[in-house]
């Protein structure tokens, strides 16, 4: 079941966050990401004066950026100082977008706006959300690699172009945008829990954009499932072996799934469906058993050296607690166990 997200902000419990009293404090928050045109506070009705008050959060994982606020209705009209685009999904109230004469209208509950790389306004009348920040290129990776019939990245730079709203309470939207969610959840899960950067062999900022283009293609009417057609099924057959042995090569670092994609030249489906037909079960499964596999020769080698740390590492894992659970998951017994049983069998040195 997944949580209720929509009635909060994401990402306000981390590290990065911090409580802003008035706009100069906002203003100077901002200033690393835009320039600044114009920033008030909006007066409420029956109130004699505006404060503007603000719980704000930021965070960078890999490609995508992410901020949170929470608080007092605003004015804001920025120009990046990057050229990076913009999902906005609210947590409270209504906001309006303008972008060169061009107006977007983004509702908690109903819409979630994209916003191309460019200068925009805002005015809403409560300000509660999270917005995630990309490069165009790195979300246009994705929507090519992840469509039946993939698009020119003209093309969809053209799509791109111009700000939309995205309804999110329409069929295949409502659930890719629920994922989405999901995915942010575990983005603040992981922050919440570790005292540094979450673990880059997590991959969070890919399966953000994935996320991502997943909702957009489903706005756009896109299908990203690939039908499997009997005539290619030697050719994916020798692309997953071919894959599989630079994979093994690449055991140590992080392997996103649409770097798998851009490797093999086929989507996530027919991965899916190749590895399964190969070795029963998907590519991301698989590298978790390599990389198990490999981890266990390791520590039953005898010649080895390296402690179970550093074991975990050469074989992917920045987090030890993370490698022995998977790895007791996967053999009944910890790394050290293992460790412990070759160290029995070895004979003693005269």
């Known amino acids: 079941m997944l949580p209720r997200l929509l009635d909060q902000p994401i990402l306000l419990d981390t590290r990065w966050s911090a409580r802003i009293d008035g706009p100069e404090a906002l203003a100077s928050l901002l200033d690393h990401q835009f320039v600044i045109e114009d ?102 990776s994705r929507l090519q690699t992840m469509a039946e019939r993939p698009s020119s990245a003209t093309l969809l730079a053209a799509r791109l172009a111009a700000p939309f709203a995205v309804d999110i309470n329409q069929g295949p939207c409502a659930y890719h945008h629920r994922h989405l969610l999901a995915a942010l959840a575990l983005v603040d899960g992981s922050f919440r829990m570790a005292q540094r950067e979450p673990d880059p062999m997590l991959c969070l900022d890919d399966l953000v954009l994935r996320c991502v283009a997943l909702l957009l293609q489903a706005h756009w009417g896109v299908s ?65 058993r390599q990389r198990l596999e490999q981890a266990r020769r390791m520590l039953e080698r005898s010649a080895s050296g390296l402690s179970v740390s550093e074991v975990a590492q050469a074989c992917g894992y920045l987090s030890l607690s993370g490698f022995s659970r998977d790895f007791r998951e996967r053999f009944g017994m910890s790394p050290r166990q293992v460790r412990y049983l070759r160290m029995a069998r070895s004979p003693k040195s005269s």
Not at 51 to 56: E, F, H
Not at 57 to 66: K, L, T
Not at 248 to 253: S, V
Request: charged share 15%; with cysteine; aromatic share 6%.
């Open 224 to 288: 990203s499932e690939a039908p499997q057609l009997s005539g290619e099924q030697l050719n994916l057959r020798s692309s997953v072996q071919e894959l599989m042995v630079w994979m093994r090569a690449n055991l140590q670092r992080p392997l996103a799934l649409s770097e798998l994609e851009q490797h093999s030249g086929y989507g996530r489906r027919s991965l899916q469906m190749g590895f399964k037909a190969e070795v029963g079960c998907g590519p991301v499964q698989w590298l978790r």
């Open 39 to 140: 920033l008030e506070p909006l007066q409420p009705r029956l109130q004699g004066s505006a404060r503007l008050q603000l719980q704000a959060a930021s965070a960078v994982v890999g490609e995508v950026g992410f901020s949170s606020v929470l608080g007092t209705p605003l004015t804001l009209a920025v120009d990046p100082r990057e050229q990076l685009c913009l999902l906005a999904l609210p947590s409270v109230g209504w906001g309006q977008y303008q972008l060169d004469g061009e107006q977007v209208d983004n509702s908690h509950g109903r819409t979630v706006a994209f916003l191309p790389a460019r200068g925009w306004r805002l005015v809403n009348d409560a300000t509660g959300g999270t917005a995630i920040q990309f490069r165009e290129a790195a979300l246009i």
